[in-house]
């Protein structure tokens, strides 16, 4: 590169103009009115623990449903386990999940409704398996008396770039797939457009049977469909017994006031969360974008504008999205937190109500309410 400077009339001349993104505003959040609602979304966590947490028939035709499961070894009975994972030592992390069972044969399931995806939801999984799996032995047990543990997550949007809806994931020999170490399966289901009727067949092969496959489709239609909107259930679902027993578990008339309070709270935080999510997204795309092009266009005026443009903005705009998208969701997030216990507090809930809904402590939430003018 020369030495001479250049003078004041070039440069000025040559400097790029600073582009300013324009940052997003996340969508208004609308009230949920339950006052003509018929049916609650079987999704949300109080509906979905009371449909397959209380009627363990329900749940048993469910597992046999969707889950890769022998036709020979079909679940026949289960035990209800406690859904709280306590590690060995406290100071150790634990994990509620929705609902934790035995089978007749020792097996045991772990059930997961998952409304968001986010990148830790694979560790997540794993961890909450592994500790249900190490712990099903004390101190001087045999390792033959372990049992495979099943985790089943039913996720509420697409988190794969795969056309398939359905996730079915083993500890295999990646040069010999038939050559699998037992212990622990996960089956993943994005409850999504992915999903149709259509896409079942031959899905599973012959590891389920077709009374089974004609099943999935019900009860996964059930999950996907059902929602505050509904007013008629489909025929074809009421003509399934268990189906249309948990549909009934799913109306409004169902539910105390107090429960209904609990439903509101946790569809107006997730109502929150995905509208600060979305917002967030869109602000730190912008602010990726601005980055991007500034430190590219200052990257092209010293290596050349006609290289250094396309090779720099291309760089600056890839790391400038992932700098703005790490900072902005981070943002977000903490912003949602904190709305979420401003309109739990307004709307009457308990404090310990809101921790539930929000996984902060008592003490971060009156700290929230006190910097906010409503301790």
């Given at each position: ?11 000025e001349?040559k400097a ?12 208004r ?8 609602v ?7 966590d109080?509906?979905?623990k ?5 009627h ?21 009975e ?5 859904s ?7 100071q ?14 020792k097996?045991q ?5 998952q409304?968001?995806w ?8 794993v961890f909450?398996?592994?500790k ?32 398939k809806f ?13 050559e ?11 409850l999504?457009?992915?999903f ?7 899905l ?18 059930f999950?996907?469909e ?7 259930l ?16 799913c109306?409004r ?10 439903y ?5 935080l997730i109502?929150?969360e995905?509208?600060?999510?979305d ?11 601005a980055?991007g ?11 050349g504008?006609?290289i250094g ?19 902005g969701?981070?943002?977000g ?10 309109r ?16 902060l ?11 906010n003018?409503?301790?």
């Open positions: 590169m020369s030495n001479n400077k250049p003078n004041k009339a070039s440069s001349a790029p103009r600073k582009r300013v993104a324009k940052v997003a505003k996340p969508d959040v609308a009230a949920l009115n339950l006052a003509n018929l049916y609650l979304d079987p999704k949300v109080l509906t979905f009371r449909i397959f947490g209380d363990p028939d329900l749940l048993i035709n469910f597992l046999n449903a969707v889950m890769p499961l022998p036709a020979d070894r079909m679940i026949v289960i035990e209800y386990l406690p709280e994972l306590i590690p060995s030592t406290p150790k992390k634990y994990s509620i999940v929705d609902v934790r069972c035995k089978d007749n044969y097996r399931f772990i059930i997961e409704m409304v968001f986010n990148s830790d939801f694979y560790n997540r999984i909450n398996a592994g249900a799996y190490v712990k099903q032995l004390d101190k001087g047990d045999d390792y033959h008396l372990l049992q495979p543990v099943y985790t089943l997550a039913l996720v509420n949007e697409n988190f794969s770039t795969s056309k359905y996730h079915h994931y083993q500890i295999i020999n990646r040069l010999d797939t038939n699998v170490i037992p212990g622990l399966e996960f089956v993943l289901i994005e999504t457009d992915k149709s009727p259509d896409t079942i067949s031959g599973l092969g012959n590891v389920q049977r077709g009374s089974m496959r004609k099943l999935m489709v019900l009860w996964l239609r999950l996907k059902t929602n505050e909107k509904t007013t008629v489909p025929s074809v679902m009421q003509k399934n017994a268990h189906i249309s027993r948990a549909a009934d578990l109306k008339a169902a539910y105390t006031p107090e429960e209904l309070l609990e509101e709270a946790s569809k107006e109502r929150i995905r509208a600060v999510r917002g967030t997204r869109r602000d730190a795309l912008a602010e990726g974008e980055i092009l500034e430190k590219g266009e200052a990257i092209g005026l010293e290596k504008e006609a443009l396309e090779k720099g903005e291309a760089i600056g705009l890839e790391k400038g999205e992932a700098i703005g998208l790490e900072k969701e981070a943002i997030l903490e912003k949602a937190t904190v709305e979420a216990v401003i739990g507090r307004k709307k009457g809930h308990s404090i310990d109500t809101i921790a539930e809904f929000t996984d402590s008592p003490e971060q939430i009156q700290e929230i309410l006190k910097d003018g409503l301790a």
